[in-house]
């Protein structure tokens, strides 16, 4: 039977899967772990009794109409999203639920607006993608930051991440989305996105204290410039990446995260500093926090419980910025998050 609390987490044994499975138990969900291999959702239901394990494929809508039974909400955590989102949007549709993802591939936020926002809507559902550090949190800044701003000349995130060691599934995406887009790079310019093969350019970014400036990357572009320009007229969004972790990224034998504590969080700390720009105005806004992938799990549990208790503000396809209080969504996940507004900015 149905139970509001039943949360489904497709691709829960993965390690953001993982982390969204501890945090959906942390606040009181009963998590169904979902996912296409038995044998790895069995020893992961083993590790947690009482948990329900739901094999499923996307090749096989069958069996995910089958998976999302009694389910609240649903939660991707499988990535590539190239093959996962649109299977399981249409699952979460055929069920009438909410659907939230954590795809940090651009093209496939980009095709989830396009494909289904109508539907959707019509459906008096939401489908929030990217609802993770990279496309959700920055997007919840940058709106926090514009306050009262509906439109502003550009909007620059710029991620300070003391490193960064990769999960198979983030190189996974890269490389789909990489042979998506051609070997070409990308970035939102001019209200739209722009496909190029320009070198990307090397910069200082005065990254707040303790941090302090940093050398990163222009133009390293994440899922912020889909989500941020789905809801606010900001004609620039530009990403940064400071250029160690982007150079990590990138070596050849990137190991993947290991745990330093108690909850499996790696040493890895990030700032993700946000400056939005209307004339000769700025207005900035940063946070920070230890473990990106860690933290995805309060940023899409955080927007399902908001979901299931109606605190939302739209629905169809929409990115964290357009359907939650964005500050509001910030300030109750301190424990995870620490936010900074410069003096200068504040009031
Ligand atoms: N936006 C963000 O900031 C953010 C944050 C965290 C993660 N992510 C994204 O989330 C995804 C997962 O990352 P991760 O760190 O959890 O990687 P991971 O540990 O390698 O896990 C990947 C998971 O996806 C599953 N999967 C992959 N393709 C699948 C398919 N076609 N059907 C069903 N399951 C499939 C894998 O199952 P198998 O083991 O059976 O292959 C595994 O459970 C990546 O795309 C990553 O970029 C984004």
């Known amino acids: 039977m149905g139970s509001g609390r039943n949360v489904a987490v497709f691709g829960a044994y993965g390690h953001t899967g993982r982390f969204v499975v501890a945090e959906l138990r942390e606040r009181g969900y009963i998590p169904l772990l979902l996912g296409r291999d038995q044998d790895k959702l069995l020893a992961l239901a083993q590790a947690q009794p009482g948990r329900e394990a739901r094999q499923a494929s996307v090749d096989d809508p069958a069996s995910l109409d089958r998976a999302l039974n009694g389910a609240a909400a649903v939660i991707n955590c499988a990535g590539p999203f190239a093959s996962t989102a649109a299977p399981l949007v249409e699952a979460a549709l055929r069920a009438g639920i909410p659907y939230v993802d954590v795809a940090a591939e651009i093209e496939a936020n980009v095709d989830t607006f396009a494909h289904f926002a109508g539907r959707a809507r019509a459906a008096g559902t939401v489908v929030v993608p990217a609802?993770?550090?990279?496309?959700?949190?920055?997007?919840?800044?940058?709106?926090?930051?514009?306050?009262?701003?509906?439109?502003?000349?550009?909007?620059?995130?710029?991620?300070?991440?003391?490193?960064?060691?990769?999960?198979?599934?983030?190189?996974?995406?890269?490389?789909?989305?990489?042979?998506?887009?051609?070997?070409?790079?990308?970035?939102?310019?001019?209200?739209?996105?722009?496909?190029?093969?320009?070198?990307?350019?090397?910069?200082?970014?005065?990254?707040?204290?303790?941090?302090?400036?940093?050398?990163?990357?222009?133009?390293?572009?994440?899922?912020?410039?889909?989500?941020?320009?789905?809801?606010?007229?900001?004609?620039?969004?530009?990403t940064y990446m400071t250029?160690?972790?982007?150079?990590?990224?990138?070596?050849?034998?990137?190991?993947?995260?290991?745990?330093?504590?108690?909850?499996?969080?790696?040493?890895?700390?990030?700032?993700?500093?946000?400056?939005?720009?209307?004339?000769?105005?700025?207005?900035?806004?940063?946070?920070?926090?230890?473990?990106?992938?860690?933290?995805?799990?309060?940023?899409?549990?955080?927007?399902?419980?908001?979901?299931?208790?109606?605190?939302?503000?739209?629905?169809?396809?929409?990115?964290?910025?357009?359907?939650?209080?964005?500050?509001?969504?910030?300030?109750?996940?301190?424990a995870h998050l620490s936010l900074h507004v410069p003096h200068d900015a504040r009031g």
């Open 131 to 238: 609802m993770a550090f990279y496309g959700g949190l920055g997007d919840l800044l940058v709106t926090t930051a514009m306050g009262d701003w509906t439109a502003a000349d550009e909007a620059r995130i710029a991620y300070g991440l003391s490193s960064w060691h990769p999960t198979a599934g983030t190189l996974a995406s890269g490389a789909v989305s990489g042979q998506r887009r051609g070997g070409r790079r990308v970035r939102y310019t001019g209200g739209r996105l722009e496909y190029h093969d320009d070198a990307l350019p090397t910069l200082e970014w005065p990254f707040p204290a303790p941090l302090g400036p940093q050398s990163v990357i222009g133009e390293f572009t994440m899922a912020d410039v889909v989500t941020v320009p789905s809801h606010l007229a900001v004609p620039e969004v530009r």
């Open 243 to 334: 250029a160690k972790a982007a150079a990590d990224l990138s070596a050849p034998d990137a190991a993947a995260p290991a745990a330093v504590d108690d909850r499996g969080r790696s040493a890895q700390t990030f700032v993700v500093d946000v400056l939005v720009r209307s004339g000769g105005t700025e207005r900035r806004v940063a946070a920070t926090g230890q473990d990106i992938y860690a933290i995805s799990a309060p940023l899409a549990v955080e927007a399902v419980d908001r979901i299931l208790t109606g605190r939302t503000r739209t629905t169809g396809v929409a990115s964290a910025g357009a359907v939650f209080d964005a500050p509001d969504f910030l300030r109750a996940l301190s």
